[in-house]
């Protein structure tokens, strides 16, 4: 994988403004410097942590340091890799050896790790600098950004509203320009949901595309790692180099890693795009609906046929990717729920503790049906490339109507504003988030495309296509 991009001829007054491909091209390219990079990223973080709260933790000497070794070894000829120099950070879940994970936890907080997670060890190896560690939902078990450790982050495009959870600092630092790109993870929507929220392009994984080695574990057979950038050319770039098999995690795929780079320069003719005739369409904000529309026919004049498909039952879906979420969250925590109750907070060890009440044969029930739902998934998107659909039925909802202390609609709208994304994350499958409009208010609104399993070079292309029809994910919230 390499990048083709051309640098510009000087870097911008802001280096933090260009995209992650962009950076690493002008740092490569001498045109840019490592320490100039991370230096604007600091200068944002500085300005702008205390409004989002999107960093757990902020290195900045260490930054330095480490950006002064990289433009170092590049005077020497010496390059790292492919993001030799770049400044990223990444949700704080992600171990690596000698430093703290939190896991937006307090049982954790002084946690040092003794092993490396093999995404962030990949990502790493291509040269990366790190920024620190980006905030997240308590143990990742949340939708919305709340954290009573941490308190919660905010969306850079209204400070009043909700990133979306569990990724809640890589949605809120990637949309505020304060790292170029982000990891994530999604075992109900966690990706998705701040991609969704904070206008920024985020692509939940194959179950097996990635390593999960070194990653804090919630679902063992629903927890999914992916990126999340202002691009789909940025998320192919990281996506690439995490990809492939790891000997250290046996569910990862043996099969080769397709150039995702080279998908992203792919176009919309000769693709067949699905829309849901039922439950993705149904009960949506009428500016989701809207924001739908103008997709499907942006969509068009791209070159893409547009169909009308009829998915199996989602809500069935949505029901058995929940059992098997609280059931397998609840088996990860027993031990400390036990001897450590009153660390957790009170929303987390609620739904922690929901999970013990559900039957060991209903757990099985929902286990063993997910393979003949999945073939009647892929029956079903048998005559289509990708499905279209809403990430949410509703933009980024406040803080305050999230909260569970606020009273008894809090989560009621919880669970409203994940039920699209449950049932992929149950059937396994790839998906992409993507910015595709705005609300009246100025809240950004988020379009999901499902592929079929390992097909993330299809949706890389389309997402990348239609990211050159339009400028959304090029926008950024004034504040920042």
Excluded at 47 to 68: G, K, S, T, V, Y
Excluded at 309 to 330: F, I, R, T, Y
Aim: hydrophobic fraction near 45%.
């Amino acid at each position: 994988m390499s990048l083709s991009l051309r640098p510009s001829a000087g870097a911008p007054a802001d280096p933090a403004l260009m995209t992650l491909a962009e950076a690493a091209m002008a740092i490569r390219a001498g045109v840019l410097s490592s320490r100039e990079a991370t230096e604007a990223c600091l200068a944002r973080i500085a300005r702008l942590q205390p409004a989002i709260n999107a960093f757990i933790a902020i290195e900045p000497e260490a930054a330095l340091a480490a950006a002064d070794a990289a433009d170092a070894a590049l005077a020497q000829g010496e390059v790292k890799g492919l993001l030799h120099g770049l400044p990223l950070a990444h949700k704080d879940m992600f171990y690596e050896e000698g430093l703290v994970s939190t896991c937006g936890s307090k049982i954790l907080r002084e946690k040092v790790a003794t092993t490396n997670s093999t995404a962030l060890a990949r990502i790493k190896a291509a040269g990366t600098v790190r920024l620190g560690a980006l905030h997240m939902v308590e143990f990742a078990y949340g939708p919305t950004g709340h954290n009573a450790h941490f308190g919660a982050a905010r969306n850079p495009w209204n400070t009043a509203h909700v990133t979306g959870g569990s990724s809640s600092g890589s949605g809120a630092a990637v949309a505020a320009r304060l790292t170029y790109g982000a990891l994530g993870s999604d075992t109900g929507g966690s990706i998705r949901m701040p991609a969704h929220f904070c206008g920024v392009t985020g692509l939940k994984s194959t179950v097996g595309l990635v390593s999960r080695y070194g990653a804090m574990p919630l679902s063992f057979s629903l927890d999914t790692i992916g990126p999340l950038a202002r691009t789909v050319e940025d998320c192919a770039i990281l996506l690439g180099l995490m990809a492939g098999h790891d000997p250290l995690d046996p569910t990862t795929a043996t099969a080769p890693v397709p150039d995702y780079l080279a998908a992203a320069e792919g176009r919309l003719k000769g693709l067949t795009i699905g829309i849901p005739d039922a439950f993705y369409v149904d009960d949506l904000d009428p500016e989701v609906a809207r924001v739908l529309d103008e997709t499907i026919a942006t969509l068009k004049r791209g070159g893409a046929r547009i169909v009308s498909v009829s998915l199996p039952d989602q809500m069935k879906l949505s029901g058995a990717s929940q059992v098997v979420l609280n059931c397998e969250a609840s088996a990860s925590h027993k031990a400390w729920l036990l001897e450590r109750p009153q660390d957790y907070g009170p929303q987390i060890r609620s739904r922690l503790e929901n999970g013990f009440a559900i039957p060991a044969v209903t757990y099985l029930e929902a286990l063993r049906w997910r393979g003949p739902a999945l073939a009647e998934h892929l029956a079903a998107v048998a005559e289509v490339d990708a499905v279209l659909a809403p990430t949410a039925p509703m933009p980024a909802p406040t803080i305050a109507e999230t909260d569970t202390d606020g009273g008894p609609g809090a989560e009621a709208m919880i669970q409203r504003i994940t039920r699209f994304t449950r049932p992929v994350n149950y059937l396994g499958l790839p998906t992409v988030s993507l910015p595709c409009g705005f609300t009246s208010t100025g809240l950004p609104v988020g379009l999901q495309v499902i592929g079929r399993p390992f097909a993330e070079a299809t949706l890389i292309r389309i997402g990348a296509a239609f990211q050159r029809e339009t400028d959304f994910h090029e926008q950024m919230p004034e504040e920042a």
